[in-house]
């Protein structure tokens, strides 16, 4: 699972501006240090939604390998309520 949350560094702690739903306490991260107002908070959505994407493909990737599939055509239909495109 890949989880994106932000939050501040200072005086050598992280503080998350939300804590994150379905974490465990003791769970592996990745902190990135941006430049202050370096990134602009539409910018931001969208590398997060972006973190979001691999994660659902990764996702797939493992319900594949685990033999966990499910008809095309279900997944055409969730590609057309959501990005509004069909195959």
Request: overall charge negative; cysteine-free.
């Amino acid at each position: 699972m890949l989880k994106t949350v932000e939050g501040m560094y200072q005086d050598g702690q992280i503080q998350l501006s939300e804590l994150p739903e379905g974490v465990s306490d003791r769970a592996q991260v990745l902190v990135t240090f941006l430049q202050p107002g370096s990134l602009d908070p539409a910018k931001l959505q969208q590398l997060i939604d972006q973190l979001e994407t691999i994660a659902s493909i990764q996702q797939g990737l493992e319900a594949v390998d685990a033999g966990q599939t499910r008809p095309l055509e279900d997944f055409d239909q969730a590609m057309q309520s959501k990005y509004g495109i069909s195959g």
